[in-house]
């Protein structure tokens, strides 16, 4: 098939980064056959050009409760105009892919309910939506390379003649200095920048300080839950309730020089960094740097390998028997294998180097096939407001030991674990899901979130607040209940203290609590919600009250939705009744993983 001047168009639609990585792999494959490729994140596209494309490929991946990822929100709304045609998209053709985990509820929601729009608006599906299953013992790469492999033949593409290996999939060059590191005056060396901004997210970042880094729960607790303050300057930042701020990390000193002594790169080397290619990942070090700072702020050692890294390291291995292991990994016949290797096992980057010791590509080579580090969202947990000139974050540190025996933990949250004060870190803010009454809305909120899921409630009842101290504490008596779960009431209770206070300020009418395992049966929020159906039911039914939900996007949000209907009414009607107040903004979920 030859495309016409329009070409292909590769849209992503990306959360955490994993939809940007494999919109990488299908444009390293169909650079291959068709020389008018243009691969955007979907934020970035003007989609008043959609109906001008001859074909669209999309990569989408699903959030929270089922949603379309933060960068797709615009695109989507557009999509969802009552003011489309039917026939708006009769000529594009299209095919789409959802990431997903079949162990969510809501499994690839955001791509089936992509591809139906689609065909609403008249677009032609070349292939059945492809439904990616992180569960599946091929992985999300596996289920991304059979619909690469189904389109090809589809479309009936033939290779390039002017295609060239080595060209498509030099993404970056190095340029490397012969002097090792030293103070150069007007040139910035081993400055830190963060990365991935442009690319991933059309954003510009800015440089927070960190003014303190407090424990949140008891010495003692089982887990561990840190308060991250940082400050911002006011004149150049804004937020409201509901916000998310995205945070990079960056490599600890340790694992950035096990990472150097395993690869017996020199970490005083200076080198520059030039970017080769359209779809490579966006790294901004422009400027000097060492190649120490460079692996600690770019590249991500903690993401678990994906097949092509394995096949791109087999051509550096010198070893047989390791050549052929990386083969192996990385062809269909040894999904098994893989699957043990990186899923179960869980092997990063880092413990993948160490296991191949006979591949050892230069720096310049490695770099083409590294992760990079992607920013970490957050919920913002303080008030515009009332927190005036600084923003907190409630960071769960995710550290834990497998089957295996293997100490896991989170990168982003053992940054943020070990961050100092007067630490800089790179941020930015997007607009989150959850949408909150104004502080002056009569109408009952009802507020459910256990844990760190508590965050956006905080930032939105100090907002109010602030609201009510500068009208002189003139406003009525408001209607706000506020559900919240942890394990242990003297060891977890995030914020205790503060729901007291605000409930003494009248802010907060109605709090409910429930700690799961300080008795003999396990209590959680639903059954909290359920002891209080008579008040929920008269609040939600009689006073068009509003429910606002966040935190793990396992079970929870489920059976928050499967209590609310059992409450409200008949099995036949309460779910209808749900689905009316979500399609009118009364019942919100944010959920993350």
Partial sequence: MTLDGRGMRLLYATETGTAAELAQLAAEHFAKYVTSLKVVEISEYDYTQLPSEDLVLFIVST??????????????????????????????QYAVFGLGDSSYVKFNAAARKLDKRLVDLGAIAVLPVKLGDEQEQSGLEGALEDWLNQLTKKLKLELSPSHNTTSSTLYYRVIESNDHWKPVKDKPIDKWVAGECRAVHQQSFWEAKVLSNELLVAADCEH???????SIPSTSITYKPGDVVYIYPKNSKLETEKFLQCMGYDPNRVLEVERRNDIAPALNVNCPCTL???????????????????????????????????LHFASPQGSDDFHQYVTIERHNILMCLRDFPSARPCV?????FLPPLRPRPFSIASS????????????????????????RQGLCSSFLKRSSCGDIIPVF??????????????????MIGPGTGVS????????????????????????????????????????????????????????????????????????????QAKKI????????????VAGSAKQMPQDIRQTLQDILGDEIESPKYVQKMEALGRFQVECWS
């Fill in 384 to 407: 515009p407001t009332y927190h005036s000139d600084r923003l907190e974050v409630c960071v769960s540190i995710v550290k834990y030991q497998d089957c295996f025996g293997f100490l």
């Fill in 429 to 446: 803010i997007k607009e989150g899901s959850l949408k909150f009454p104004k502080v002056t809305d009569p109408r009952p909120l009802i």
């Fill in 537 to 548: 039911t008269e609040w939600i039914k009689h006073d068009d009250g509003v429910v606002l």
């Fill in 292 to 326: 120490a700072s460079l692996v600690a702020s770019q590249f991500d050692l903690y993401a678990l390998p994906r097949r092509t890294f394995f096949r791109k390291l087999a051509k550096f291995a010198t070893d047989p028997e390791e050549r052929d292991k990386l």
């Fill in 364 to 368: 310049e080579d490695l770099m083409q």
């Fill in 224 to 230: 561990e839950v840190r308060q991250i303050s940082l």
């Fill in 63 to 92: 959030t929270g409760d089922g949603e379309v990822p933060q960068d797709m929100r615009k695109f989507w709304r557009f999509l969802l105009r009552k003011d489309l045609p039917t026939n708006s998209l009769s000529q594009v």
């Fill in 456 to 531: 956006p409630f905080r930032s939105y009842l100090w907002e109010c607040f602030a609201s009510t101290q500068s009208q002189n504490g003139q406003e009525e008596k408001p209607l706000r209940m506020l559900f919240f779960g942890c394990r242990y009431e003297h060891q977890d209770f995030l914020y205790k203290e503060e729901w007291e206070a605000l409930k003494r300020a009248n802010i907060l009418s109605e709090l409910y609590t429930a700690f799961s395992r300080d008795g003999i049966q396990k209590v959680y929020v639903q059954h909290r919600i359920r002891e």
